[in-house]
């Protein structure tokens, strides 16, 4: 008598699939929590996500037929990953020809959860074999392939050169986005440099924040003239003292723009904590000025300086961040800090008190002076919002070899910030300096 075969539980793998989903979207909106560390969501959200995902891979064939399958039809990008996820790291069995069949003929709403699958699992073959595929896709599928090769710093210069670049701008950035993980060459620097001047400004970003992770001059240049994220930042962190200054500056406008205050709180300067300073009674702008100035400071962010905003003013809070949802692809996040109430005058006595024992062009953070192994503890203990741009300046300095990606996993996250140990405690220069990327090799 053959033995008995066990019993599918479908209530249990249906509720794995709904866990799933649930976690999946929650995980997400963590990885730019300005609340989470990187540890919380490691132990909390992820964890829980991977325990789902990996008992509908115990499924087996069985679940990946009635259940997973179907899920890669849904409208909904978080089920959608879920699924293809767990039918890709099946190890009965080989899914991979449907996903990529849903992928290049199914609805384009199943699009952005297949290809966020794709960027967090860790198969060499499936990316070549989307690699492979990438010239006869469609020119959004084709951005968004790109993006998936990225996010996983491989090499697409072969399927670069078989692409229109000009057929459709999310195309054309993210073929800009994949130069620092290809070889140099003449041709790849002139399409940076036109494309600087893009009419298009999702190109014209991605052009700008490639040139200044390769050390373009002329990217440097075009910075000081941008609004962009990252090159307000970048000229905070890696600029010249002229570039601080002209930050600063805007600080005094009266209607100082939020991508400003958050990029000075990066720079780590004295000058910028006292700049800052007059923002904090600013109903509106307070909070974010309160954090960045703490980011510099070392300014506990609990009461008397910072109370808890009132029930009614936090729901106002999540209402209006909602729509962050929708830019998850982004490079860098927006500025974003936890609802509060700033003391302002609170924070100004602790500031006189503090003051002296902070140096004139020097660097801290938290108020303790910046160095290498400072940043990489940052990078483990700052808020899930804030690593991005700290990752930011560490790929500013590596010339684009030191890229952490903010939306991966948290192991890959910490694997990828390991080299950031050896490096020499000059690295990160005191003083504005030019970073030396890669546009000093010599093209091919």
């Not at 790291?89 to 297949?114: I, K, N, Y």
């Not at 100082?256 to 800052?276: K, M, Q």
């Not at 062009?361 to 804030?386: D, F």
Request: glycine letters at 8%; hydrophobic letters at 45%.
């Amino acid at each position: 008598m053959s033995p008995r075969r066990p019993t599918v539980r479908w209530e249990l793998l249906e509720r794995h699939l709904e866990e799933a989903e649930f976690l999946w979207t929650q995980w997400e909106h963590g990885l730019w929590s300005p609340e989470l560390t990187l540890a919380s969501l490691a132990e909390g959200d992820e964890g829980r996500l991977r325990a789902h995902l990996d008992a509908l891979v115990l499924g087996g064939s069985a679940a990946a037929t009635r259940l997973l399958l179907p899920a890669l039809t849904s409208e909904d990008p978080a089920r959608v990953a879920s699924a293809a996820w767990a039918l890709l790291s099946a190890e009965d069995a080989d899914w991979r020809e449907p996903v990529f069949q849903q992928l290049e003929q199914g609805a384009e709403e199943t699009h952005p959860g297949l290809l966020r699958a794709l960027e967090l699992l860790d198969r060499p073959d499936l990316h070549a074999l989307l690699l492979k595929k990438l010239p006869t896709l469609q020119p959004t599928l084709q951005a968004g392939a790109l993006r998936v090769a990225r996010v996983r710093h491989l090499d697409t210069s072969a399927a670069l050169e078989q692409l229109d670049w000009e057929a459709d701008p999310a195309l054309h950035a993210e073929a800009l986005r994949a130069l620092p993980f290809a070889p140099r060459t003449q041709t790849g620097d002139a399409r940076l440099s036109r494309a600087l001047g893009h009419a298009h400004p999702t190109v014209s970003t991605a052009a700008l924040e490639t040139g200044l992770l390769l050390g373009s001059r002329e990217a440097w240049e075009h910075a000081r003239g941008s609004s962009s994220r990252g090159a307000l930042l970048a000229l905070a962190v890696a600029g010249e003292s002229k570039d601080l200054a002209g930050l600063l500056a805007r600080l005094k406008d009266g209607s100082a723009p939020a991508e400003v205050i958050w990029a000075v709180g990066f720079s780590g300067r004295l000058l910028a904590a006292e700049a800052l300073l007059p923002l904090l009674r600013d109903e509106a702008q307070g909070p974010l000025a309160a954090a960045s100035f703490a980011a510099i400071t070392g300014l506990p962010m609990v009461p008397p300086f910072l109370m808890e905003a009132p029930a009614d003013e936090e729901e106002d809070a999540e209402e209006e961040a909602e729509p962050e949802a929708e830019d998850l692809q982004a490079w860098l996040p927006s500025p974003r800090v936890l609802p509060g109430e700033v003391d302002a005058q609170a924070v100004e006595a602790w500031w006189a008190r503090r003051r002296g024992g902070f140096t004139e062009g020097a660097r801290v953070l938290r108020g303790t002076p910046l160095t290498v192994e400072v940043l990489v503890r940052a990078l483990e203990t700052e808020p899930m919002r804030r690593r991005p741009s700290l990752a930011w300046e560490a790929a500013l300095r590596g010339g684009g070899t030191l890229q952490m990606e903010s939306r991966q996993w948290t192991r890959v996250q910490r694997e990828q910030a390991l080299p950031l140990r050896g490096q020499r405690p000059e690295w990160l220069a005191r003083a504005g300096s030019w970073p030396q990327g890669r546009r000093g090799d010599t093209p091919a």
